[in-house]
């Protein structure tokens, strides 16, 4: 009761104009139940009936019960607020504001709760080194935006202009770009690389540094085969949670809507997804995590309905490089296979691109693997990398067999339930089940 009656002072100081339907809608029901409210106003001794006023803002169709006046919209996010607005949800569908009155409720019972969190109970935080390593590399932004700033890229001190990318490194971008146009020809299959922009540079005003583009700043201008080369660039504060170095939901369909290119089946895709959003309460990326205390916030995201779209994978338990997806979809927008040689901005948009490509196999890896591509033979090979990897860019050259990696690397697995079979189907490789 007191969670409902503090939603009800929240939502009564919104808008300044009574709910009211049109005389339209009212009079049938009046004039069928005429007598009725006849009978009830001479026993009372008074009158119902009140002179109509002029309304602009009258209910007179469902459609207008549904379209709500964005300034009401405005002021509800504003009650929200702070961490509890999801970042990028802005209600413009009757879904959406659904959502935003929910993110009110999140907030109102946060108010009665005493967060404790059981996995990070740990004392004196701060005498622990490795702790306060990873405090350290959080750099704290404006309206509570938390950006990373240290770590193996060193990303403030290159975004900064501080550090700059070596020849070596150049080189070896524009180098791999090239030799990878080359075997894709070869093979006649359709090549694309992509840079998922940084978000210390697409929210540089909400920090006081001066932030460059690595991308535009070193690798952008140089004489190279620039035509399969995109450059994600999210521009706005809309793409990105509070709490992580990754995009939010509106982020990947904004990527989504560069990859695929066709206005119409992006349309259809967001009219797909209009009732697969939820509310996830209590949100910590991967910088909220390093702080102490954790910091949280609502985010949005595309829930796990049940759909054609079917996910194995090799189950790497520690690591990143190695890690293996296999994506299929019977009802995909595209009969096309799709090859991907990627990091974790890439494997967060696979649940977005399984809409669209019957089969996508994931590939957790900064180079391209020839062995990969000759034994899957896709239709269309992605390569992509986060803005802050082109600090150190390796040459292709020095990859690693990639069937070979959990085994040279001793790496734990635990593979999905139908990943084996599946692996060696695709992959044609000459393997029995009974």
Same mark, same amino acid.
């Given at each position: 009761m007191r969670e409902n009656n503090t939603m009800i002072h929240h939502l009564s100081k *919104?808008?300044?104009?009574?709910?009211? +339907?049109?005389?339209?809608?009212? /009079?049938?029901?009046?004039?069928?139940?005429?007598?009725?409210?006849?009978?009830?106003?001479?026993?009372?001794?008074?009158?119902?009936?009140?002179?109509?006023?002029?309304?602009?803002?009258?209910?007179?169709?469902? !459609?207008? %019960?549904?379209?709500?006046?964005?300034?009401?919209?405005?002021?509800?996010?504003?009650?929200?607020?702070?961490?509890?607005?999801?970042?990028?949800?802005?209600?413009?569908?009757? @879904?959406?504001?659904? %959502?935003?009155?929910?993110?009110? /409720?999140?907030?109102?019972?946060?108010?009665?709760?005493?967060?404790?969190?059981?996995?990070? #109970?740990?004392?004196?935080?701060?005498? #622990?080194?490795?702790?306060?390593? !990873?405090?350290?590399?959080?750099?704290?932004?404006?309206?509570?935006?938390?950006?990373?700033?240290g770590g193996n890229h060193q990303v403030v001190k290159f975004f900064t202009g501080e550090r700059k990318p070596t020849i070596a490194s150049i080189n070896n971008f524009l180098s791999n770009i090239e030799n990878r146009k080359i075997i894709c020809d070869k093979k006649n299959i359709e090549y694309k690389h992509y840079i998922f922009g940084?978000?210390?540079?697409?929210?540089?005003?909400?920090?006081?540094?001066?932030?460059?583009?690595?991308?535009?700043?070193?690798?952008?201008?140089? @004489?190279?085969?620039?035509?399969?080369?995109?450059?994600?660039? +999210?521009?706005?504060?809309?793409? +990105?949670? /509070?709490?992580?170095?990754?995009?939010?939901?509106?982020? !990947?369909? !904004?990527?989504?809507?560069?990859?695929?290119?066709?206005?119409?089946?992006?349309?259809?895709?967001?009219?797909? *997804?209009?009732?697969?959003?939820? %509310?996830?309460?209590?949100?910590?990326?991967?910088?909220?995590?390093?702080?102490?205390?954790?910091?949280y916030e609502t985010n949005i995201i595309l829930k796990d309905a049940k759909s054609s779209i079917v996910h194995h994978h090799n189950g790497i338990l520690s690591g990143n490089i190695g890690i293996m997806d296999i994506l299929t979809n019977n009802n995909a927008l595209y009969n096309k296979k799709l090859l991907i040689f990627g990091d974790s901005f890439f494997r967060s948009m696979l649940q977005h691109l399984s809409y669209f490509y019957k089969e996508i196999v994931f590939c957790r890896t900064p180079f391209i693997h020839e062995e990969v591509v000759d034994n899957y033979n896709p239709d269309i090979l992605f390569?992509?990398?986060?803005?802050?990897?082109?600090? @150190?860019?390796?040459?292709?050259? #020095?990859?690693?067999?990639f069937f070979h990696i959990p085994y040279k690397h001793n790496l734990s697995l635990n593979p999905s339930k139908k990943f084996n079979k599946v692996f060696f189907r695709i992959f044609k490789f000459d393997y029995l089940y009974e």
């Open positions: *919104i808008g300044n104009t009574k709910f009211n +339907f049109s005389q339209e809608l009212i /009079r049938p029901v009046l004039e069928k139940y005429a007598e009725d409210i006849s009978w009830i106003e001479n026993r009372l001794g008074i009158s119902f009936s009140t002179q109509e006023k002029i309304n602009t803002s009258v209910i007179t169709s469902e !459609k207008d %019960l549904l379209q709500i006046n964005q300034s009401i919209i405005d002021e509800l996010k504003e009650i929200i607020g702070g961490k509890y607005l999801p970042v990028g949800l802005q209600g413009k569908t009757s @879904n959406e504001i659904a %959502l935003l009155v929910h993110a009110l /409720r999140l907030k109102v019972i946060s108010l009665y709760e005493i967060h404790l969190d059981k996995k990070n #109970n740990i004392q004196n935080i701060l005498k #622990n080194k490795e702790n306060l390593s !990873k405090i350290n590399q959080v750099l704290k932004g404006k309206d509570q935006y938390l950006f990373l700033s940084d978000k210390l540079f697409a929210m540089k005003d909400k920090t006081n540094l001066n932030i460059i583009s690595l991308y535009e700043k070193y690798y952008k201008n140089l @004489n190279h085969t620039n035509h399969n080369i995109t450059y994600l660039n +999210f521009s706005t504060q809309e793409y +990105f949670t /509070r709490t992580d170095t990754h995009l939010n939901l509106y982020g !990947k369909l !904004k990527a989504l809507s560069t990859i695929i290119e066709d206005d119409n089946d992006i349309a259809n895709y967001h009219k797909y *997804i209009q009732d697969k959003l939820q %509310l996830v309460p209590n949100f910590s990326g991967d910088l909220g995590k390093k702080l102490d205390p954790i910091e390569t992509g990398n986060a803005e802050r990897y082109l600090s @150190n860019v390796k040459n292709d050259s #020095n990859a690693d067999s």
